[in-house]
């Protein structure tokens, strides 16, 4: 029995269809990456898995659980993390713990245990008996994480829960992901940096325009588009088009050649690597381009996902934000 | 070390049921626990407990000494007498907006996410704020009545009728609290929520019988301000307060006050449920 399975969910929003018909399925004890550029999806599929939206079609089960039948049996089963913290402010940190055992019916001896050891385990002792409003962000987080850690959930819902954390923070996140998958819990975790969804991530599902566009292991997916990747900087944005011309004449893969004009840089695939190099370089010289670095690398995620979806993963704009 | 302990992350052992308790006692229990979130944050706010408890002394003391003088109302000795219980109506009544600042703050923050994804009763959410404002109100209320009996205000008749006259006050005070309720789920930001609760409250609070008797506004205005159902509260709490005879008054702003619980609570649950941040 997969922990979460979802099947053909579709969710519209007025005109807009954000849900097409989403698949997907996580092992016992795993973590499913779902990644997606901003307004794919992936927020509206965590809200239905974690009943707080009713899908317009298709089913979904967590930990056997009907989602749309049998919210509440699915609620006592889950832990959430939304994207931003979500914290009274006006509670101590022991207090905002004990309330959510209090509301999962522990008896009031044992939310307090429960509360305290949660404290300990997420540093934050010292801080209990004080009022949040005066916890940093990353308390903040921290203490919305434990929150959702009251009930011992079998399967986590974590939504971009590194967004806006610094590096020591998020790798600390990573480290207690990791722990509790090793402790048995199932984990559904969002995320816009591939970085996070290589490291933790068994599996992973792209999402785009409320379809899965593509599902596997890290490793799979890069095998998936093929090649290993030219990069070639030049020092003038003005070379950048005709450095891509001339790329594509020369490598002649598949055309996936992608532009970035802030870094002035041409990636393209490659299936040759054999002395493609100096090649490339004498190339570009003749045509008067001034050169400043060229590599030759595995793909990562991001070119996965770049070739998948057309745009890169860590977009600025926050167009099209998710609901 | 791997002893077969658990952890303080380790799930709930596979195949532990995990049923959610239903029934009466729980639902009560879920309201409770809701209610005392808000009320034992109470002292934390000195800022929002000064306010609640300036803003009726303020409110006496303005009505009574600025307008006293100059405001005579027919069958009444003193303007204290008949302004009290307008003053009593309308700040009981202002204090139900804070329904609708607190409910906008919990959903812009996402507090109401996390609410909706635990295994409580959910009504619990909406029951537990509106039953802490009461609370807030009960004690607005205290403080306003020892400084209306400060400047002069006295109950004319029995006990048990001035009771009953607060009550029905509190009891209004609930009711719109659940349109605050409905108001701070459907606007966008705190902000919002402040200004749409408040806007409306004036006219409704204005055009009444609350200040000024009705009979000296022109036509079309009297009209309105006599079908007003804070006109038909203020009369019948004036009524109680002074022991004459509420008549219809009392049964038209029983009939409102249970109109608006009933229809309010219902669109402002069925909006809690589909709500999103």
């Known amino acids: 029995m997969y922990a979460v399975e979802a099947e053909g969910l579709k969710k519209s929003f007025g005109e807009t269809e954000a849900l097409r018909g989403v698949d997907l399925a996580v092992e016992p004890a795993t973590v499913l990456g779902l990644l997606g550029p901003n307004g794919a999806g992936k927020t509206t599929t965590v809200r239905i898995l974690t009943t707080l939206l009713k899908p317009d079609g298709g089913r979904a089960t967590v930990d056997g659980v009907d989602v749309i039948h049998d919210p509440r049996r699915v609620r006592a089963r889950i832990g959430v993390t939304g994207q931003y913290a979500a914290v009274d402010e006006r509670l101590t940190g022991f207090e905002s713990l004990e309330h959510v055992g209090r509301l999962f019916h522990l008896p009031a001896k044992e939310a307090k245990k429960r509360a305290a050891e949660l404290l300990e385990r997420f540093d934050l002792t010292d801080a209990g008996s004080r009022v949040v409003k005066g916890y940093s962000g990353g308390m903040r987080r921290r203490l919305d994480i434990a929150m959702s850690l009251v009930s011992r959930p079998t399967v986590l819902f974590l939504d971009e829960p590194t967004t806006g954390l610094d590096p020591r923070s998020r790798l600390g996140m990573w480290d207690l992901i990791e722990e509790l998958v090793a402790e048995g819990t199932t984990t559904l975790l969002t995320t816009q940096y591939l970085d996070e969804a290589e490291r933790l991530a068994d599996d992973i599902v792209v999402i785009d325009h409320g379809t899965v566009i593509a599902k596997g292991t890290a490793d799979s997916l890069k095998g998936q588009i093929g090649g290993d990747r030219l990069e070639v900087s030049v020092a003038r944005v003005d070379d950048l088009d005709r450095t891509a011309a001339l790329l594509q004449d020369r490598c002649a893969v598949t055309g996936a050649e992608h532009v970035d004009r802030d870094a002035r840089t041409v990636t393209i695939a490659v299936s040759d690597t054999n002395k493609i190099v100096p090649g490339v370089v004498r190339l570009l010289d003749d045509a008067d381009i001034e050169v400043v670095d060229v590599v030759v690398r595995r793909p990562t995620l991001d070119d996965v996902f770049l070739q998948l979806t057309g745009r890169p993963a860590e977009a600025d704009d926050d167009e099209g934000a998710e609901r | ?277």
Request: glycine share 8%.
């Open chain 2, 1 to 277: 070390m791997t002893a077969v302990t658990t952890s303080d992350l380790s799930p709930a052992a596979p195949g532990r049921t995990r049923e959610v308790p239903r029934g009466l006692v729980w639902m009560w229990r879920d309201t409770w626990t809701e209610a005392m979130r808000h009320l034992r944050a109470v002292p934390r706010n000195p800022d929002l407990l000064i306010f609640a408890t300036i803003q009726p002394i303020m409110f006496v003391l303005l009505f009574n000494y600025v307008f006293g003088g100059a405001i005579e109302v027919p069958g009444y000795d003193s303007y204290t007498q008949f302004l009290m219980p307008g003053v009593f109506a309308q700040t009981v009544l202002f204090g139900s907006a804070f329904t609708g600042i607190g409910v906008a703050e919990d959903m812009t923050k996402g507090i109401i996410d996390r609410l909706r994804s635990l295994p409580m009763y959910q009504p619990a959410v909406l029951v537990g704020r509106t039953v802490s404002d009461l609370c807030r109100n009960i004690f607005t209320f205290v403080v306003m009545f020892i400084v209306g009996y400060l400047v002069g205000f006295r109950i004319g008749g029995s006990v048990g009728a001035a009771l009953g006259a607060t009550l029905l006050l509190l009891f209004f005070s609930y009711a719109f609290s659940w349109v605050q309720a409905f108001i701070g789920l459907s606007v966008k930001s705190v902000e919002a929520a402040n200004s749409a609760g408040f806007i409306w409250m004036f006219p409704l609070t204005f055009v009444s019988s609350a200040f000024v008797s009705t009979e000296s506004m022109p036509g079309w205005l009297q009209t309105f301000a006599d079908w007003n159902p804070f006109t038909k509260l203020t009369n019948a709490a004036r009524a109680l307060y002074s022991g004459t005879d509420p008549g219809a008054d009392l049964w038209y702003s029983l009939a409102w006050a249970i109109g608006i619980t009933m229809v309010f609570s219902f669109l402002a649950s069925r909006r809690f449920s589909r709500t999103s941040r």
